[in-house]
Antibody, heavy 119, light 107 residues
Framework: QVQLQQSGAELAKPGASVKMSCKAS????????MHWVKQRPGQGLEWIGYINPSTGYTEYNQKFKDKATLTADKSSSTAYMQLSSLTSEDSAVYYCARIRAYYYAMDYWGQGPSVTVSS | DIQMTQSPSSLSASLGERVSLTCRAS??????LSWLQQKPDGTIKRLIYAASTLDSGVPKRFSGSRSGSDYSLTISSLESEDFADYYCLQYASYPLTFGAGTKLELK
């Protein structure tokens, strides 16, 4: 069965970086794009961007272009998102979710670990 | 960017009641709309895609429909496990955008 297993909760200091992972199983990793979504406490969902693990192509929401970096390791079927120059605004839950291609909807989601930025 | 206006933001309803949520797209999205359910533990599950196609394993009391630029999710008879947050998602164009969510609570 399809599973997206995300890494655990993170506590980071302002100005630092964090790198979280999303390990895919139950399907061919390179056949689906991996998307990332942010949810601040008590707020709605916000699309960050996606990576095509097959080609390494990435596309970002302009809002996160200088904040997030998406990568993928085909050998371990794992997608990564690094968040840099952390501020309190980055404290949120971050989900990975897969999509087949353009004009397809996200079907499976990771469990969404939290990132807390605090000194 | 396409704005998705979701209503209501919250809804109190009783077991067995029929409820409907709506999302209105600011631009044409041609039916590229999905409905998501988020449980209190944060777990997100897709219920519907392509505006009205039910995901495998999703109870048939859930349905989706479209009328022009308005997209609706209807739950025909609420069960206890349906009390959660619901979001619409448009995937017609990037950036992907979500509705602000509806909190469905037990009355």
């Amino acid at each position: 069965q399809v599973q997206l297993q995300q890494s655990g909760a993170e506590l980071a200091k302002p100005g630092a970086s964090v790198k979280m992972s999303c390990k895919a199983s139950g399907y061919t990793f390179t056949s689906y794009w991996m998307h990332w979504v942010k949810q601040r406490p008590g707020q709605g969902l916000e699309w960050i961007g996606y990576i095509n693990p097959s080609t390494g192509y990435t596309e970002y929401n302009q809002k996160f272009k200088d904040k997030a970096t998406l990568t993928a390791d085909k050998s371990s079927s794992t997608a990564y998102m690094q968040l840099s120059s952390l501020t309190s605004e980055d404290s949120a839950v971050y989900y990975c979710a897969r999509i087949r291609a353009y004009y397809y909807a996200m079907d499976y989601w990771g469990q969404g670990p939290s990132v807390t930025v605090s000194s | 960017d396409i704005q998705m206006t979701q209503s209501p933001s919250s809804l109190s309803a009783s077991l067995g009641e029929r409820v409907s949520l709506t999302c209105r797209a600011s631009q044409e999205i041609s039916g590229y709309l999905s409905w998501l359910q988020q449980k209190p533990d944060g777990t997100i599950k897709r219920l519907i895609y392509a505006a009205s196609t039910l995901d495998s394993g999703v109870p048939k009391r859930f349905s989706g429909s479209r009328s022009g630029s308005d997209y609706s999710l209807t739950i025909s008879s609420l069960e206890s496990e349906d009390f959660a947050d619901y979001y619409c998602l448009q995937y017609a164009s990037y950036p992907l955008t979500f509705g602000a969510g509806t909190k469905l609570e037990l009355k």
